[in-house]
T-cell receptor, first 114, second 115 residues
Framework: AQSVTQPDIHITVSEGASLELRCNYS??????LFWYVQSPGQGLQLLLK??????LVQGIKGFEAEFKRSQSSFNLRKPSVHWSDAAEYFC????????????FGGGTRLMVKP | DAGVIQSPRHEVTEMGQEVTLRCKPI?????LFWYRQTMMRGLELLIY????????DSGMPEDRFSAKMPNASFSTLKIQPSEPRDSAVYFC?????????????FGPGTRLTVT
């Protein structure tokens, strides 16, 4: 069975600084990988996804993520954080033989300092 | 499309009462998922359906919880009797199978408070 670990529960960055949120997964083959964002009081919104091909994927709101098979990682990055990026971020993994079920990480709460 | 629709958005009830949460998935989606989110346990998958058939209900906490999907456009999650520890935000999500795992679209959630 697949699993996802987000090592950082909380991260605080200054507005304008760069951001990297870590995600490590466990799965025997190439997984399908996702990053979601949840603003306070809202549902989860997809930022980006990786199925195959180019290992650097671009998403909405200026986010990108890089799939590194050798490290079993799919870290999320943004070059310059805005105050509106303060939210909780979830990494998720899906497997081709698991229907459309996704396994979510525990989430990373991002706080942005002015 | 209006997205995944959940009702009610907020529910406050007393312990022992029956609670029914409702979900309308995106039209054409053939998978539907129910999740529960709490501070202590994070996001938990409770049950999911494929073509209206329950596939995996191993995440349902106990017999007090039940879920149904009578047709492709409607699902319910029922708690009877409710307990204070059921207080959480319940999300419904739907997706379309394209030969493998694909994006799930989440509703806005129902915040349940059991007093």
């Amino acid at each position: 069975a697949q699993s996802v670990t987000q090592p950082d529960i909380h991260i605080t960055v200054s507005e304008g600084a760069s951001l990297e949120l870590r995600c490590n997964y466990s799965y025997g083959a190439t997984p399908y990988l996702f990053w979601y964002v949840q603003s306070p009081g809202q549902g989860l919104q997809l930022l980006l996804k990786y199925f195959s091909g180019d290992t650097l994927v671009q998403g909405i709101k200026g986010f990108e993520a890089e799939f590194k098979r050798s490290q079993s990682s799919f870290n999320l990055r943004k070059p310059s954080v805005h105050w509106s990026d303060a939210a909780e971020y979830f990494c998720a993994v899906g497997a081709p033989n698991a229907g459309n079920m996704l396994t979510f990480g525990g989430g990373t709460r991002l706080m942005v300092k002015p | 499309d209006a997205g995944v629709i959940q009702s009610p958005r907020h529910e406050v009830t007393e312990m022992g009462q029956e609670v029914t949460l409702r979900c309308k998935p995106i039209s054409g989606h053939d998978y539907l998922f129910w999740y529960r989110q709490t501070m202590m346990r994070g996001l938990e998958l409770l049950i999911y359906f494929n073509n209206n058939v329950p596939i995996d209900d191993s995440g349902m906490p106990e017999d007090r919880f039940s879920a149904k999907m009578p047709n492709a456009s409607f699902s319910t999650l029922k708690i009877q009797p409710s307990e204070p520890r059921d207080s959480a935000v319940y999300f419904c999500a739907s997706s379309f199978a394209r030969g493998g795992a694909d994006e799930q679209y989440f509703g806005p959630g129902t915040r349940l408070t059991v007093t």
